[in-house]
DNA sequence: TCTGGGGTCCTAGGACCC
DNA sequence: TCTGGGGTCCTAGGACCC
């Protein structure tokens, strides 16, 4: 037994999306599921999640439908119904709030920070993966750990249904050798660079030289990189009510646009969304931007600031200025806009459990 | 193989002011 | 007449997350 102490769980649904399809829809149970876009593997769209049995045959989050129909062509495909994940997701978190002393940090849909103050964490895990299986009939994983960090990243050793703990203690052991891809804000280009300055695993950038990393990569984001490789950083949970900053909408087209008015006509009907999403918050907006993606693959974004208002009409004519910007005749596969909110003046900067915060 | 949608934050470079 | 340097804001783009 350890002595009492604050600690940091990880709390992650296994397979969150296709379990609840298969809880909708029982029959699937031991079934390829493959949920993403519309359900129409013949669209433009990826892969949400897929079911355990679909990723034993190689298809997982982020792969294009058409792949995947291709890999397993007797999949069962169906499409992302937000409401019901955000349903049952807000009865994930009430049962983590509902934790003596749970201090509950939402990061997404299936997953959240849990901050206790316990001398067994591992029997905190398991009251928590209980009470989570008895209310909503789903199965998570837990991360402990004495930062964020280390709760995080060891969930994924936990999965499926499991606890595993992570500390300062054996995190060198158990991450030194691992490529740095296998980081929490280490993505692919990011370990692309590393490589290049001759840094492969967890251990070479924990100890890597902080110069050479601010030089490569920013006075904020190089040694960040570093003390994310020694999973240190924040160790405790917060609490603070998400604000959001931006509202936006992206819609990929299923045939490439060209023609201007077709264009025009797409983003209005966007923008109506995304105002219709401020004005729900009563926030004016104060910046406007455009994203396009031409086909076959390459993105451009306008943005524009612009004085806090509320007047839709204003504000459309302003988003329609930048999306006049876009390249005539040049083939559009995506269009997004997005709407920046006026913060409220007790809005703490920089609390989000993004990146920076850790 | 052919690449979603909704977010967050960081950086470089230019404009502008003092 | 010619010109330094710091601070801040804005734009555009990049990277990453779920």
């Not at 604050?6 to 397979?15: A, E, G």
């Not at 298969?22 to 433009?44: K, Q």
Request: hydrophobic residues 45%; neutral net charge; contains cysteine.
């Amino acid at each position: 037994m350890d002595e009492v102490r604050d600690w940091v769980l990880h709390v992650d649904l296994d397979q969150f999306v296709a379990a609840v399809e298969v809880l909708r829809h029982p029959e699937l149970a031991g079934l390829p599921v493959i949920v993403g876009g519309r359900g129409d593997p013949t669209e433009r769209a990826v892969v949400s999640t897929a079911s355990y049995e679909a990723r034993q045959k190689g298809v997982g989050s982020g792969m294009p439908l058409k792949v995947a129909a291709r890999r397993i062509p007797d999949a069962v495909f169906l499409p992302v119904d937000r409401e019901a994940y955000e349903a049952v997701s807000a009865e994930v978190m009430a049962v983590l709030r509902a934790q003596p002393g749970a201090t509950v940090q939402v990061l997404g849909w299936d997953e959240a920070f849990v901050g206790v103050t316990t001398d067994d964490p591992e029997a905190v895990a398991r009251a928590i993966q209980a009470a989570v299986l008895a209310r909503t009939r789903l199965h998570c994983s837990v991360g402990i750990g004495d930062t964020l960090v280390r709760a995080k990243v060891a969930t994924g050793f936990g999965k499926p249904r499991g606890v595993f703990r992570l500390t300062r203690d054996d995190w060198g052991t158990v991450m030194g050798a691992r490529p740095v891809l296998e980081l929490w804000g280490i993505g692919s280009k990011v370990s692309a660079r590393l490589a290049k300055l001759g840094i492969g695993t967890v251990a070479e950038l924990a100890s890597a030289d902080l110069d050479a990393l601010a030089t490569e990569f920013g006075p904020r984001m190089g040694p960040w990189y570093a003390e994310l490789a020694r999973g240190e950083g924040a160790s405790s949970v917060d609490d603070t009510p998400f604000v959001a900053r931006n509202h936006s909408r992206e819609t990929t087209f299923q045939r490439d646009l060209v023609e201007t008015a077709d264009l025009e006509r797409a983003a209005r009907g966007m923008l109506d969304q995304v105002l219709d999403d401020v004005a729900a918050e009563g926030r004016p907006v104060v910046g406007l931007g455009v994203k396009v993606r031409y086909a076959p693959f390459s993105d451009k974004t306008f943005t524009r600031r612009i004085a806090a208002t509320s007047d839709r009409v204003a504000v459309t004519e302003e988003a329609l200025r930048l999306v006049a910007r876009i390249e005539p005749g040049r083939p559009v596969r995506l269009l997004g806009i997005r709407a920046e909110m006026a913060m409220p003046d007790d809005a703490r900067k920089g609390h989000t459990p993004t990146r920076s915060g850790w």
